[in-house]
């Protein structure tokens, strides 16, 4: 006979009613065993105890009703727009519940019949009408008495009906709910006087009230993410547990640097630097997040950091996600550092096999002491003399499972500094970077100006041009960004070519004029920012390769085409491009603003100029699994907790995971830890 647990390994497609064919629809939501299938959660439910009365409608308001159909109609307003009209009566009045665009449900509705709908009450000239979101017809006209209950509604696919999919899972929570073992123990259940795992799962999807379902739901969140804080913590542990180098001497290297920097460092940057030092001076690997915002100072810290550990005799890496961008910290630094006779190296996919080469024997022999560059330095034939200090910049665009890559095949441990210009709201921090130490640069360098931003309709795009011209005219520069192309650098380089071949025999046929893209040779990329930096061109037409780190002061204007293909977070890294010296700087922002989610991606562009504030109205628009721009790599996608909400909940299990570590080696503890490092043993380095 089989385990409890081993029957929840048991494919689906064995269970009585699904067989291969729903089995594959099944497997399209995720669900491969029984054990998906009690972990398949409910996005809502319908509330039957609460039916109102027909003759007691909340106008503008959702609810759930029932009554008697007593006639079908359809009607054709216009060439594209079918209405479908049921009018239903009960004892107390009567409504008409309506359909759009579904013609073909005309024929399930009979007269005499009982119709339970769910839907928005509104007023109209037709009489009192029930926008239908969800309906069941009862042929019999009498509702059962056991009708009367809280239905969960759950996420499905094409091909497997509503009702068809609350059945299988019904099914199998009587069955196999109570073959799930307990996550928590009895101690923190106690505690916190929370549901045994089986129940909550019977719970949540079949409550006996609301209130039951939203207890349940928290208990399996609560050791969703208790699990993964342990998990974090372990990685957290193991980092500790290693042998790193102890950077003791902040030395003259690091020194001179500061002298000959043109500004004193903020009251920021400083307080940042203290406790980055102080966990290099620690024989104990470093693992930190530096967090700042666009033109904050990070790039400086960093190059601090890695003289730090170049003054303790160890090399450096600074790992960014653009070429464009390790060349501009690589020509930016190279004066600097060739005055303190530090030999550093650019690393970028356009070089020659010749140029890799002789990168790779001086990292190798020690005569290299910094390199910077980008993917190409994750290749497994790079390798140190004596590595002591990582630099990753907007690491989420490397992917999580990638942070660990520059780390490995080194006898010691090297420090790592994680940096992103995307600030990130406390819940992700704790979700995604709970094995980190945080950062934060919160003041931005004296002088800087607020850039003014302003939506502009594409009919308003001459007057937008004029205003561009009037700039250059004046001795400024700016940029004109292409639209967003998703996942073809060559359709984006053609878009942009075309764009600025109309602008150079057009509107801006008097300016000089340079293009920029992914799919150009890194020498061209390099000679047309160097030629941008320098003042040789006013206009600069690019993608969105501008998006991370250009940094040209005289650039005080910037057009986003297309602004509705952009995530928040991009538009603002966008924005950032300017109001980097001591002029006025403007954002200009056009585009469709057809959908609610570019309408309020654009009002917060508007109404707000710091990051942290737009991370935080990002959060709220795109939700937590896309709050990047891309999908954290490496992250585990929480079934049941929701980031946005349950923040205490995350600081209870951090907090929890922390001191459950503290006691690890307790027999409780152990199999909790146990616990955590299998189910998300495929997530993290």
């Known amino acids: 006979m089989m385990a409890p647990e081993s029957l929840l390994k048991v494919p689906v497609e064995s269970l009585k009613g699904i067989g291969r064919g729903r089995a594959k629809f099944l497997a399209k939501l995720g669900i491969f065993v029984i054990e998906d299938l009690l972990f398949h959660f409910p996005l809502r439910y319908e509330d039957r105890t609460k039916v109102i009365p027909l003759g007691e409608l909340p106008f503008y308001r959702e609810g759930s009703f029932w009554g008697k159909v007593i006639e079908v109609t359809e009607i054709r307003p216009k060439p594209k727009l079918t209405i479908l009209r049921v009018f239903i009566k009960d004892d107390t009045g009567s409504a008409i519940a309506v359909w759009f665009n579904q013609p073909y449900l005309k024929t399930a509705f009979k007269r005499g019949a009982s119709l339970f709908v ?93 209130e039951q379902a939203e207890r349940a739901r928290k208990t399996l969140a609560y050791e969703e993410l208790l699990l993964w804080q342990l998990k974090l913590q372990g990685e957290k542990f193991r980092k500790t547990e290693k042998e790193g180098f102890a950077h003791k001497m902040t030395g003259p290297l690091s020194r001179a640097f500061v002298n000959q920097l043109p500004y004193k460092l903020t009251g920021s940057q400083e307080i940042v630097l203290k406790e980055i030092y102080a966990d290099m001076e620690n024989k104990k690997p470093m693992a930190r997040l530096l967090q700042g915002d666009v033109g904050s100072g990070k790039t400086v810290v960093a190059i601090l950091s890695l003289l730090k550990a170049i003054d303790n005799n160890s090399q450096g890496v600074f790992m960014v996600p653009t070429e464009i961008l390790a060349e501009q910290h690589y020509l930016g630094l190279k004066n600097q550092l060739e005055k303190l ?213 005289n650039a005080s204007i910037i057009l986003i085409n297309d602004c509705q293909r952009f995530g928040l977070a991009q538009l603002h890294q966008l924005r950032g491009r300017v109001g980097r010296g001591e002029i006025k700087s403007y954002c200009f922002l056009m585009g469709s603003l057809r959908s609610k989610e570019t309408q309020a991606r654009v009002k917060s562009m508007l109404r707000y100029r710091d990051g942290y504030s737009l991370a935080e109205e990002d959060l709220k628009i795109r939700g937590p699994g896309d709050f990047f721009g891309v999908r954290q790599h490496g992250m585990p996608e929480f079934k049941v907790a929701r980031l946005l909400t349950d923040q205490k909940l995350l600081q209870l299990a951090q907090r929890d995971a922390s001191l459950i570590y503290k006691n690890k080696n307790s027999p409780e503890n152990a199999k909790l830890i146990s616990r955590a490092e299998k189910k998300y043993a495929e997530f993290l380095p």
């Open 341 to 553: 006779k530090i030999n550093a190296a650019l690393l970028i996919g356009g070089l020659s096999k010749k140029e890799k080469d002789k990168i790779k024997n001086d990292l190798l022999s020690g005569n290299s002491k910094l390199v910077i560059g980008t993917h190409a330095l994750l290749e497994d034939e790079i390798k140190f003399k004596r590595l002591g200090l990582v630099v990753v910049d907007e690491q989420h665009r490397f992917g999580v499972a990638q942070r660990g890559r520059l780390l490995e095949n080194n006898i010691v441990q090297p420090d790592l500094l994680i940096m992103t210009a995307t600030p990130i709201p406390r819940t992700l921090a704790l979700a995604y970077y709970g094995d980190l130490d945080f950062s934060i640069i919160d003041e931005m360098p004296p002088g800087r100006l607020p850039v003014e931003t302003k939506y502009w309709p594409e009919s308003k795009r001459t007057e937008v041009y004029n205003f561009i011209k009037k700039q250059l005219n004046e001795g400024r520069q700016g940029y004109i960004v292409c639209p967003l192309v998703e996942d073809s650098e060559k359709i984006a380089g053609e878009a942009a070519i075309k764009l600025f071949e109309e602008l150079n025999s057009g509107s801006f046929k008097e300016y000089r004029l340079g293009l920029i893209y992914g799919g150009l040779p890194s020498s061209e990329k390099e000679s047309i920012m160097g030629d941008f930096r320098m003042g040789r061109l006013d206009l600069l037409v690019a993608t969105t390769v501008i998006e991370v780190g250009v940094d040209v002061p």
């Open 118 to 210: 769910t839907g928005r009450v509104e007023r109209s000239f037709q009489g009192n009408i029930i926008k239908v979101g969800d309906y069941e017809v009862l042929e019999s006209g009498e509702i059962p008495r056991d009708y009367y209950k809280i239905i969960p509604v759950y996420p499905t696919t094409a091909g497997l009906s509503k009702k068809v999919l609350q059945k299988i899972i019904q099914d199998a929570v009587a069955e196999y709910a109570v073959m799930v073992r307990d996550v928590l123990p009895g101690v923190i259940q106690e505690h916190y006087n929370i549901m045994k795992t089986g129940r909550a799962l019977k719970q949540i999807h079949g409550p006996d009230s609301l």
